[in-house]
């Protein structure tokens, strides 16, 4: 009889120490677990960031290259790539990490998890057939944020709205136009992207002048006052390759259109374009060429004005 009390205590004694040791012990590994995943994509994420992943043997081949890819701005807009890519890895490797140690404290239990799974297979057939709109929306927004389609400062043309991005998540885009109208974007119903801040700009005038003027100093005209400006100390570094006079664009009975374009650095297009229309008036007012008809160019977005 005592043999058999002290059989059945030691049994108590070590389901009770046992099973929460087991239980410790696996959410232990769990956190270990998370916390060196989480450290591997930290990692991977801060050389994306500082551009060295990959580049130290790309320099010893082509130094140029990595200069290129050293520039401020793509250096800004890879570094928010890699922090939102990151940040979503790390929510999608806590959640894997959370339900296996759940389910593996629930077999610790003896508590079936076969029905549970079951249960959770028909929740989650009857979730993706009401969420269908949602799972599109979290694909398309993580393909944008890797694919670096656009990012918060951004002025963007996503259809039914233009503006500047202020956020950028994985299932709404969120931009502010230019009367301060704040519009939210599902990611799965962006259809194109029109991004004006990626790499470079161009300002493209289309300068029209009355018929019988002398079209060849028009253009001689137009190339001086953009040369002019690249070399304003306003503008300087906004100007980035050698203005061109393209030629001309259009002939009607009311104008000869001449286009003028100007590469500049993202976003500054419209403000080269304003101030050159305005040197363009004054020189040709002072040059006795008959003030130019239709300065047209390519509209700018709500965001830029």
């Known amino acids: 009889m005592i043999r058999s009390w002290l059989d059945t205590g030691a049994g108590w004694v070590h389901t009770a120490l046992g099973v929460p040791l087991k239980i410790t012990l696996i959410v232990l590994v769990g956190v270990l677990v998370r916390f060196l995943v989480h450290r591997v994509i930290g990692r991977a994420a801060e050389g994306i960031a500082t551009g060295r992943a990959g580049l130290d043997r790309l320099d010893e081949r082509l130094p140029s290259a990595t200069a290129v890819l050293a520039s401020p701005l793509l250096s800004a807009r890879r570094e928010q790539r ?26 610790v239990l003896t508590i079936p998890i076969a029905p549970l799974l079951a249960g959770a297979g028909v929740i989650g057939v009857a979730l993706g057939l009401g969420a269908q709109g949602l799972v599109k929306d979290f694909i398309a927004g993580m393909f944008m944020i890797v694919e670096d389609q656009y990012g918060v400062g951004d002025v963007v043309d996503l ?34 992207v029109g991004n004006r801040s990626q790499g470079w ?38 100007v980035l390759d050698e203005p061109q006079v393209w030629g001309v664009e259009a002939v009607t009975k009311e104008a000869v259109v001449i286009r003028l374009v100007v590469k500049t650095r993202p976003l500054q297009q419209w403000a080269v374009a304003r101030e050159l229309r305005a040197r363009i008036i004054d020189r040709f007012a002072e040059e006795g060429l008959e003030p130019p008809v239709g300065l047209d160019g390519p509209p700018e977005p709500d965001a830029a004005r």
């Open 159 to 192: 259809g039914p709205a233009v503006g500047t991005v202020e956020a950028v998540g994985l299932r709404v885009t969120r931009l502010r136009d230019a009367e301060g109208t704040v519009w939210y974007l599902r990611n799965g119903e962006v259809l194109r």
């Open 82 to 107: 890699a922090r939102a890519t990151a940040s979503v890895l790390n929510s999608l490797t806590t959640a894997a990490v959370g339900i296996v140690i759940l389910l593996t404290v629930l077999d």
């Open 201 to 238: 700009a161009r300002a493209v005038l289309d300068v029209g002048l009355a018929p019988g003027q002398d079209v060849s100093r028009a253009q001689g005209l137009l190339l001086d006052l953009a040369k002019r400006l690249q070399k304003d100390d306003a503008f300087a570094g906004v």
